[in-house]
C-alpha cells in the first residue's frame, strides 16, 4: 500500500510514482521464501505493478512472479515448495519497460551452466546507448534491468560454472558495473552467493542486516525490523557486498572519481516509510521537522492543521506544533480501497479521489485550515481536496508543501511524467494558487528541507527541484526507449 491509501499510482496524478523495493537474504535453514515475503509486503509501498522472488537450494534457482500486489503473487500455496537457503525479491514501478509480466522481475539469465537472478531499483540514464554498444536489436530486451542482466550474462565464461568457486557473477559484475550510468540498487544472486550494489550516487537507498544466522539485504529498513533482522549499516555509494558461506565482504567496482553520494531527496520527503532510517535518521522526525520550518518559514492565521494521509500528517503535527495552531484530522483515509482503473477524464480523476479520501465535516466546518502536504506533480488531488473542504464549510483553505515545486522530471528512478505536465513547470506560485483555489500556498525551501533532514554534509540528489542532475541527463527519455532503438544490425 503505497502512503496515500492506493494500491497503484493510476489515481494519484500527485505524487511522485515510488520506485520499486528489492530485498535478499542468506539464510541457511531458514525459510528464505517466507522471509522474502514478509520483506516484500513491508516493501510494497515502493512499487504495486507486479512481485516476485527468486530462491536457491544451492543447485536451482526458482523463480515466481507475476502481476500485481506481493499478496496476489504469493500465497502459501506458492510459497511451500520455494525451499533454500538463499533468495531475492522485488516489487515493481516500471520506469524503463512497460508494465508486463515480461518486465517482472527478478530477471533470469542462464549463461553456460549456471544461472543467476537480478533485481533493480532505479532507473538507468544511458539504457540506449548501452543496447547500441552491445548491438542489440529491438525488442532484445525490455527494460533496463533486462539490459544489464544481458550484459552481464555475456561477460560469463563460455563454459563457466558459478557454482565452482562463486566469482563468475561477481567477476561479470566487475566488467559490467562501471559502464552503467544513472540510478540502480541491484540485488543479484547466484546458486549459492548474494549481491548486492548501489551506484556511485547512491540515489535509491539499499541497507544490510544481520539474522542469527545469515544476513539480509533490503531497500528500506523496515523490511530488516519486520523479519527480526537487525540493521547492521547502509551499502555505501558505489559499494559491492558480497555474501557467501564465508559471511560478507565489501568491494568497490567503480572508479573512486564517480562516487558522489546523491541520495534521493524524495526519499525522505515522500517514498521512503515513515519508520525507515536513511543517513541514519527516522524519516518520521525529518517529516515532523519539515513541518514545523515550514511553519516558521510561511505562518498563516487559521483554527486547525490538517495532514493529507499518510506522509502529509507527520509534518502536519510539525506544522501544528511549532505555529501553535491545533492539529486536526480533516481527511479520512479509505484504507481498503483496491486496484482501480484508469480514470479517463480529468473530471473522474478528481472524483476518484473521493473513493480514497473523505472530509470530517464537523471538525472542517466553518474553520480555516491549513493543509499539509508532501508535494503537488499535477496538482489533481490537491484541487479536489480543496473543493471537498470548501464544500462541506471550511472558511479559508491554506496549502503548505513540505518540498519545493516540483519543476523538472526524474530520470532516476520516479516516474512522475514529462515537464509538460508538471504544474510547477508551467505556472508560478501564484498562478497554482489560483488553480488550487486555495486562499494561501506556500512551498518548503529546498534550504529548509535540507535543514529538516539534520544530515549535515549528507549528498542529496533535488534535480527535480532544481534541475541540476547529478549525472548527463536523458533529456529525450520516455519509458518506451528500448522500443524505440533503431536496429543496429541488419
Ligand atoms: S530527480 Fe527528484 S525524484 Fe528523482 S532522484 Fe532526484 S530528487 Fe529523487
Same mark, same amino acid.
Given at each position: 500500500m503505497c502512503e496515500h491509501g492506493?494500491?497503484?499510482?493510476?489515481?494519484?496524478?500527485?505524487h511522485p510514482k515510488e520506485a520499486c523495493g528489492v530485498f535478499g537474504v542468506y539464510g541457511p535453514g531458514m525459510p528464505v521464501a517466507h522471509l522474502t515475503f514478509d520483506g516484500l509486503y513491508a516493501l510494497q509501498h515502493r512499487g504495486q505493478e507486479s512481485a516476485g522472488m527468486a530462491v536457491s537450494d544451492g543447485d536451482t534457482i526458482t523463480i515466481v512472479k507475476d502481476m500485481g500486489l506481493v499478496t496476489n503473487v504469493f500465497d502459501d500455496r506458492t510459497l511451500a515448495?520455494?525451499?533454500?537457503?538463499l533468495a531475492i525479491g522485488h516489487t515493481r514501478y516500471s520506469?524503463?519497460?512497460?508494465?508486463?509480466w515480461r518486465n517482472a522481475q527478478p530477471v533470469y539469465r542462464e549463461p553456460g551452466e549456471s544461472g543467476f537472478a537480478l533485481g533493480h531499483n532505479g532507473n538507468l540514464t544511458n539504457t540506449a546507448a548501452l543496447a547500441a554498444e552491445a548491438g542489440m536489436l529491438p525488442?532484445?530486451?525490455?527494460?533496463d534491468s533486462d539490459l544489464v542482466a544481458e550484459l552481464i550474462a555475456a561477460c560469463f565464461?563460455?563454459?563457466?560454472?558459478?557454482?565452482?568457486?562463486?566469482r563468475d557473477l561477481e567477476r561479470a559484475l566487475v566488467q559490467v558495473l562501471p559502464r552503467l550510468e544513472g540510478a540502480f540498487s541491484f540485488v543479484l544472486m547466484d546458486a549459492g552467493h548474494l549481491i548486492g550494489v548501489r551506484d556511485p550516487n547512491g540515489f535509491r537507498p539499499l541497507c544490510l542486516g544481520k539474522l542469527d544466522s545469515g544476513w539480509v539485504l533490503a531497500s528500506e529498513t523496515p523490511a530488516l525490523d519486520v523479519i527480526g533482522a537487525h540493521f547492521v549499516r547502509e551499502i555505501d555509494p558505489g559499494e559491492m557486498i558480497v555474501i557467501d558461506a564465508t559471511g560478507w565482504r565489501s568491494e568497490h567496482?567503480?572508479?573512486?572519481?564517480?562516487?558522489n553520494p546523491k541520495l534521493c531527496i524524495f526519499e525522505l520527503v515522500y %517514498?521512503? *516509510?515513515?519508520d525507515s532510517h536513511l543517513y541514519g535518521k527516522e524519516v518520521h522526525g525529518a517529516r515532523r521537522r519539515m513541518g514545523e520550518l515550514l511553519a516558521e518559514q510561511a505562518p498563516v492565521e487559521a483554527d486547525m492543521v490538517m495532514g493529507v494521509p499518510e506522509s502529509g500528517v507527520p509534518a502536519a503535527e510539525g506544522y501544528a506544533k511549532r505555529s501553535g495552531i491545533p492539529y486536526g484530522q480533516g481527511l479520512v483515509k479509505n484504507?481498503?480501497?483496491?486496484r482501480t482503473f484508469i480514470a479517463p477524464t480529468q473530471e473522474m480523476r478528481s472524483r476518484a479521489v473521493n473513493r480514497k479520501l473523505n472530509p470530517l465535516r464537523e471538525n472542517i466546518r466553518g474553520k480555516r485550515v491549513v493543509v499539509v502536504d508532501?508535494? %503537488?506533480? *499535477?496538482g489533481t488531488t490537491q484541487r479536489a481536496i480543496v473543493r471537498m473542504l470548501r464544500e462541506v464549510g471550511a472558511s479559508e483553505v491554506h496549502v503548505r508543501i513540505?518540498?519545493?515545486?516540483?519543476?523538472w522530471p526524474c530520470f532516476?528512478?520516479?516516474?512522475?511524467?514529462t515537464r509538460a505536465e508538471l504544474l510547477a513547470a508551467n505556472m508560478s506560485v501564484g498562478e497554482i494558487q489560483d488553480y488550487l483555489g486555495v486562499d494561501s500556498l506556500a512551498y518548503l525551501s529546498l534550504e529548509n528541507l535540507e535543514r529538516a533532514i539534520e544530515a549535515p554534509g549528507a549528498g542529496f540528489c533535488s534535480a527535480c527541484l532544481t534541475?541540476?542532475?547529478?549525472t548527463a541527463a536523458?533529456?529525450?527519455?520516455?519509458?518506451?526507449v528500448l522500443e524505440e532503438l533503431k536496429p543496429q544490425r541488419a
Open positions: 492506493l494500491v497503484t499510482g493510476e489515481i494519484d496524478d500527485d515448495p520455494l525451499k533454500g537457503h520506469t524503463t519497460g512497460s508494465s508486463t525488442g532484445t530486451v525490455a527494460s565464461p563460455p563454459d563457466g560454472d558459478g557454482r565452482s568457486d562463486g567496482p567503480f572508479p573512486q572519481n564517480r562516487v %517514498i521512503a *516509510r515513515p484504507r481498503y480501497i483496491g508532501d508535494s %503537488i506533480v *499535477r513540505t518540498s519545493p515545486p516540483y519543476k532516476y528512478g520516479v516516474d512522475t511524467g534541475g541540476e542532475y547529478p536523458p533529456v529525450n527519455f520516455t519509458k518506451g
